[in-house]
């Protein structure tokens, strides 16, 4: 799915941390963002930020899931702690809209299990709500599984207006405890003198606490 340019209705199952900051960011770039979340406490402290609908109530209930509207929308991320109930979520959504983009938040446990019933799986525990976004708008970037702990390994598709367009390497400062590895094929480890050109996909390594900061630079 590539949805670039188009404001999109978006529907966040799991208003938790990670759901949080993923509406954030798509409220910041104008998308119109739907909430469910079952806790009325959180409902409230995510009503006071004003970047989302919200409906309180639990979303693998067809009739709560219905209140969100899922007809006029383009795009189901379901993003609770448990994968199993995202994965409903997601299966309530195809129902009611077999046109709907889902994205499903897992775990290294659960793995890529589901995969094949979703369109996107993410595992934001190890990526940032930014991953997420990007899965969610584009399919341009994509988490990979790896067994390293903490750090991020992900398959980015440079942005036609990213900051790094038409540099090499060696040219762009890339924060500390970030990596390019190679280019999507790896054929060829990344050197200081490698262009990075704009729609190519490269494979990119980083912690967690600069990888928004990378996104940037490389999605724009």
Do not use: W
């Not at 994205?103 to 446990?109: G, K, L, N, P, S």
């Not at 994509?142 to 367009?165: F, K, N, Q, T, Y």
């Not at 060696?170 to 970030?178: K, N, R, T, V």
């Amino acid at each position: 799915m590539s949805v670039s340019g188009k404001d999109l209705r978006i529907i966040i199952a799991g208003g938790g941390e990670v759901g949080f900051r993923t509406a954030e960011f798509l409220d910041e770039r104008g998308h119109d963002v739907v909430i469910i979340e079952r806790d009325p406490d959180r409902c409230q402290e995510i009503a006071d930020e004003y970047v989302a609908t919200i409906i309180e109530g639990d979303a693998t209930l067809p009739d709560i899931f219905q209140q969100a509207g899922p007809e006029q929308a383009d795009v189901l991320a379901a993003m609770s702690d448990h994968p199993l109930t995202n994965l409903a979520v997601c299966m309530i959504g195809q129902r009611m809209n077999p046109d709907l983009h889902t994205v499903m938040r897992t775990d290294a446990e659960t793995g890529n299990a589901h995969a094949e019933l979703v369109d996107a799986v993410i595992y934001p525990r190890r990526a940032s709500a930014l991953l997420a976004v990007n899965a969610i708008l584009s399919g341009d970037v994509r988490s990979l599984e790896h067994a390293m702990g903490v750090l991020d390994i992900a398959e980015v598709r440079i942005g036609e207006d990213a900051p790094v367009v038409g540099k090499v390497l060696d040219e762009i400062s890339l924060p500390e405890g970030s990596l390019v590895v190679s280019d999507v094929e790896g054929a060829r480890v990344a050197r200081a003198d490698t262009v990075m050109k704009a729609g190519q996909r490269y494979i990119v390594a980083a912690e967690p606490d600069v990888i928004e900061e990378v996104m940037r630079l490389l999605r724009g």
